[in-house]
């Protein structure tokens, strides 16, 4: 069983910056894709951006241009930068990994990101 232990979330003022990370207990090029999510207090989670194994990359409108996500595959890690933060952007983020042999879907236990002053 693959786990994912995601760590970085936190207060932050508006315009800061905070750096996740998601850490997973197997190797991480046996996921096809690799994404992190969002979801805030009476919302459904959404997609904030994704990464292939081949590297490329999407992002949702409301963070393009702000977040940068990658991925180590010596450190089994997947990253999501996220620079000029907006108050909008306060939720709970989680990492999610698709398993590319079988579609297997594991998800972590989310980190806690508020952007206030």
């Known amino acids: 069983q693959v786990q994912l232990v995601e760590s970085g979330g936190g207060l932050v003022q508006p315009g800061g910056s905070l750096r996740l990370s998601c850490v997973a207990s197997g190797p991480i090029f046996s996921f096809a894709v690799m994404g992190w999510y969002r979801q805030s207090p009476g919302n459904a989670r959404e997609l904030v951006a994704r990464v292939t194994n081949d590297g490329t990359t999407n992002y949702s409108d409301s963070v393009q241009g702000r977040f940068t996500i990658s991925r180590d595959n010596r450190k089994d890690t997947l990253y999501l930068q996220m620079n000029r933060l907006k108050p909008e952007d306060t939720a709970v983020y989680y990492c999610?990994?698709?398993?590319?042999?079988?579609?297997?879907?594991?998800w972590g236990q989310g980190t806690q990101v508020t952007v206030s002053s």
């Open positions: 999610k990994a698709v398993r590319a042999r079988d579609g297997t879907t594991y």
